[in-house]
Nanobody, 121 residues
Framework: QVQLVESGGGSVQAGGSLRLSCAAS?????MGWFRQATGKEREGVAS???????SYADSVKGRFTISKDSAKNTLYLQMNNLKPEDTAMYYC??????????????????WGKGTLVTISS
């Protein structure tokens, strides 16, 4: 069992930045960030494998960066140039899927409780 604890959410104005963190209690092949806005389906934002392969949703490419500090076993999501449409609950997830780059929530085994990101215009 891997426990994931997110932090770093908050409220910022459009154009601002936030960095989300996810402390993991164990190791998996695939880790990622997902988000769910009110009334919408959960969306895979970014993923990262232990081999360093990253994947991003088109809506965040060039603005978000996923990374990991292996020594701390902590996953990060640096979010720049934030937009009101980025407002959502952000979840850290981890699993063993070989299709990590597809960012499919059903492929993830472990989930954090989420951290809220609110972007005002």
């Amino acid at each position: 069992q891997v426990q994931l604890v997110e932090s770093g959410g908050g409220s910022v104005q459009a154009g601002g930045s936030l960095r989300l963190s996810c402390a993991a209690s164990g190791y998996t092949y695939c880790m990622g960030w997902f988000r769910q806005a009110t009334g919408k389906e959960r969306e895979g934002v970014a993923s990262l494998t232990t081999t360093g392969t990253t994947s991003y949703a088109d809506s965040v490419k060039g603005r978000f960066t996923i990374s990991k500090d292996s020594a701390k076993n902590t996953l990060y999501l640096q979010m720049n140039n934030l937009k009101p449409e980025d407002t959502a609950m952000y979840y850290c997830a981890a699993g063993w899927s070989s299709y990590c780059a597809n960012r499919i929530s059903g492929d993830m085994t472990y989930w954090g409780k989420g951290t809220l990101v609110t972007i005002s215009s």
